[in-house]
């Protein structure tokens, strides 16, 4: 009998001695939650960049729902181009072509929804639908949702019909109950009760999909909609959904039928007890080993962040004092003074790319006594260290927005001495915070202009060249969509932006740093920095921010005069010329300055698209039809309104009927007294 083929030599012997010692090792099990059949296998071997990962077991196999065929294939991504492209005559004709897709599609909704070809089909039905086809098709996928939100192309599926049929529970409770949705003649199930269903039926594998790539991102949509947080928000669409995420829109003016709100919504009192039974179904049972270590998932991470969010939102900070919520679970330690467990692990986690966004949220929503206890111990001693580090500047940026007058002052104070070393590691973003909070809590800027000074420079202009990276004109050789990618790559010249915009809202030294490089300047320079794409906001704040910005507005209006016209047909500097208005604001015959210079070359503006935008915005039809009203408006007087001719007809028709009823009042009211002499008439009393 032929014997096993293997590689000879003691290195190949160790190596599979190794593989059975990996074969045969037992794996800690542990119930994710009580009642379920999902096992989560904590392998403490297996490590990725220093990260425990946990590796979870599925609650079974995925159905396979079938394919469909060539012509349907065919057919439906037809339907997807007319949808997308949503040309059609009339709201009727669309209607028509959508119940068409309906019935083409009746029985097959979970095919298109796994389908690589035609998900997106379904996405565009359920952004079109009506609310009566929307709980139809909720309807179908009911039964399924725990099969649908693994799967990598119907999970959208299911986020986008959450979101479009989340509104309709809040119609069905506002509206009256003799006009509540019409809908229900065909479809009797509320919207309530199909969302009741979906979060039941979720219910029993939590624990596996809070770390699912894709049902992860399901739960948290139907935890929002549970909630009724607004489902159009930017601190909520960053938890939603990645940047990768392609959004499926239509190309149409009209809002959807079922139009997804960015306000607060209204939800029964059903939504909260399902909330609190998912929340709870997530935390209870998992020790905070197991918590933290999902701290540092990159999949579960975003929904602890939202479970967070959700339990101080619902309960209040009281909530932090219950030794069962996943706040007290994740620092158990009160306070987390120094040396703590809790101290330990969140210092941990403030370096991490992914924890620290966890950071955050607790800075933010913490109690105030743990907050105190945090910074004392964590932040206060070691300001520079966190400045510094690109991941737990973040997290310091959170903790800046909770500071005290006296505390903030202190944490100045000390960033001062070391605003050289952040300059040169562009945390732009952090100096940014710094300023802003500044402004709220009155604290005395002239030490950070004074560091800023320093690091930037001492030559006005140069230091705001330094500041805000503006492109050299040797790039000018380059393609225009060149250099529009290299500017979309580099982040820090955007932050730098930022960070110049916001100094310029600090009245006093700090906007006196930016207005002082700006007036320093050459002409040309001045116009590359109209036309470069982060440093033009920087002017255009300059000449519309608030402050005693009289005397530069008067310094820099006739230079920027002088180019308007290569202003105007740029696409970018274009903007700088609407700007123009606000920074003449008091100065009328700047205005009429720079509106004789538009009329010169008015063939020349209306060529260009930007200079048709600034020949409307600057109301230069009105300046050559009816210069009087024009002038009014640039000296800030109100023009009286001209009345047309049929306005002036009514006016004398009216004071004729006026005339009129008044000379017939005064028949009716006179009497003829008639005596043996001629009649004598007198007025009438009564």
Known sequence: MPKELKKRGRREEKKRKREQEENQSISKRRKSTEGSDVEIIVDNDQQHNGVDYILLTGPGEIPFYGLLDEEEQEYFKRADTMLELNQFNDAEERE????????????????????????????????????????????????????????????????????????????????????????????????????????????????????????SHTLRVLLVVLSGR?????????????????????????????SVSGSARTVPESFSAALERMMKG????????????LASHPVANPLLQLLLDLEFRQSGKSKAKDASSLFRKLLPDDPPAEGTESASFFNSMLYDPVGSRLCEVLVKNSPGKTFKALYQSLFRKRLPNLAKNETAGYVLTKA??????????????????????????????????????????????????????EAYGQQPAERLNKMLQITSTGSQSMSDDRRKQMANQDPTRAHASLLAQSMLEASGPLQDLITEGIVAMDNPTI???????????????????????????????????????????????????????????????????????????EATLRDSIPGRAVWRNWKMDMYKTRRSDWMSEAKGQTPEKKKSGIELARERYAAQKQVSTAKGGQRKGTTSLRTGANPIVAAGQG
């Open 527 to 601: 116009l590359q920095m109209a036309k470069d794409r982060s440093a033009t906001h920087v002017l255009q704040k300059s000449l519309a921010c608030s402050g005693d910005t009289v005397r530069y507005r008067r310094l820099m209006m006739p230079r920027l005069v002088a180019m308007t016209l290569d202003l105007a047909t740029d696409p970018v500097a274009s903007h700088v010329v609407d700007a123009f208005w606000a920074g003449s604001e008091g100065l009328s015959f700047i205005r009429e300055k720079i509106a004789e210079h538009l009329v010169r070359h």
């Open 400 to 453: 800046f927005e909770r500071l005290n007058k006296e505390d903030l002052q202190e944490a100045v104070q000390e960033l001062c001495s070391n605003m050289q070393l952040l300059v040169s590691r562009s945390r732009t973003s952090l100096i940014k915070s710094l300023v802003e909070r500044c402004q709220v809590r009155e604290v005395d800027t002239q030490p950070l202009a004074v560091a800023l000074k």
């Open 96 to 215: 028509l072509f959508l119940a068409n897709v309906y019935q083409e599609a009746n029985g097959k909704e979970l095919k298109i929804a796994n389908s690589q070809s035609c998900s997106r089909l379904m996405e565009r039905l359920i952004l079109m639908s009506t609310p009566e086809q929307l709980k139809a098709l909720f309807q179908k996928f009911s039964g399924h949702f725990l099969n649908l939100a693994q799967h990598r192309f119907a999970s959208h599926c299911c986020e986008t019909l959450f979101l479009q049929a989340a509104p309709l529970v809040s119609e069905e409770l506002t509206a009256p109950t003799g006009r509540q949705s019409e809908t229900q003649t065909k479809v009797s199930t509320t919207a309530e009760e199909l969302f009741l269903n979906a979060s039941t039926e979720l219910e029993a594998n939590l624990g596996y999909l809070m770390t699912d790539q894709f049902a």
């Open 230 to 258: 607004p489902l159009v928000d930017a601190n909520t669409t960053t938890l939603l959904q990645s940047k990768k995420k392609e959004n499926i829109k239509i190309s149409s003016h009209e809002n959807p039928p079922s």
């Open 282 to 293: 997530m935390v209870a049972g998992v020790d905070s080993t197991y918590l933290r270590a």
